[in-house]
């Protein structure tokens, strides 16, 4: 017994040490997220439809505080998503203390527009399809296919607007003031935030933010972005903003995710972009 204890100690400390050499190692190589041991311009990424952003927003925070880290480039490609999500990672760059650059790939509309117009500089390329600012709010009336298959819908509710919007019936005036109220709300809101980040006159920024789309192109001519450009000519423009140009580039990308972790969160965003369910979003969604 008493060897057996002794071997086991022996392989304990082999994988203590172990451990902490590959930690060494990922660390010097530049691997760990969570150690930076040059100055550094650190690059994370938004993809998707935007569902829960609270890691996103934890990498953020975590990223504002190391001192390491002298600024940040946000990566966007995603047409937006829920409302609250979307917030959280707008007031969170808002809070930040060291320079933030957006740069749009194919798409950053509506909820994915909200978060870059929180940067201190915003990049797309020509054909990004951005803008799109607004909120929708859609569902289904199935009342008649109940009629015909001879379903009928019971409801017990505390207040007239507990169950509003229906699936089962139509709305009411009251109703379909109610619910515009809330749209005009979201929508003013979302106005509020970009009139706090672009010089832009609230008169203008209202015929622009009618839902419609806008490229690259002329989102810069429309001033809704600051340059067209790539995460190069961002890195350029914030190594000459910070003064440092030996600054190295870090990655925050999640690579780590296993197959079946990227076919879920596939699923999942799929699912939030095709399947209406009745909430409001800052979301680019044609063809609904």
Not at 82 to 95: A, D, E, F, G, N
């Amino acid at each position: 017994m008493k060897k057996f204890l002794k071997y086991l100690a022996k392989a304990l400390v082999i994988l203590v040490v172990v451990a902490i050499v590959a930690r060494i190692v990922m660390v010097m190589s530049g691997d760990s997220d969570d150690v930076v041991i040059k100055d550094s311009i650190a690059v994370v990424r938004l993809e998707g439809v935007i569902l829960d952003t609270r890691e996103l927003d934890k990498k953020l925070k975590k990223l504002d505080e190391n001192d390491k880290i002298k600024g940040v480039i946000l990566e966007i490609n995603s047409p937006g998503g829920i409302i609250s999500p979307t917030q959280v990672i707008y007031l969170r760059i808002m809070k930040m203390k060291k320079p933030v650059y957006a740069v749009m790939e194919s798409i950053a509309a509506s909820g994915g527009y909200y978060i870059a117009v929180a940067a201190d500089k915003i990049y797309a390329l020509d054909s990004t399809t951005t803008g799109s600012i607004g909120v929708i709010m859609q569902y289904s009336n199935v009342e008649a296919l109940f009629e015909k298959i001879g379903i009928k819908s019971v409801v017990f509710k505390s207040g007239k607007m507990k169950d509003v919007p229906s699936t089962t019936r139509d709305l009411d005036k009251d109703e379909m003031s109610y619910m515009q109220d809330s749209i005009n709300e979201f929508y003013d809101q979302f106005l509020r935030d970009v009139l706090k980040r672009r010089n832009i006159s609230e008169a203008k920024l209202r015929k622009l933010a009618d839902g419609r789309v806008f490229s690259g192109r002329k989102a810069l001519e429309n001033k809704l972005i600051d340059r067209i450009g790539t995460r190069e000519e961002a890195i350029v423009d914030m190594k000459d903003e910070i003064g440092i140009q030996a600054l190295e580039i870090k990655e925050f990308y999640d690579k780590d995710e296993n197959i079946i972790q990227q076919f879920m969160s596939k699923a999942s965003s799929l699912t939030e972009a095709y399947v209406p369910n009745g909430g409001f979003y800052y979301l680019y969604k044609p063809g609904l």
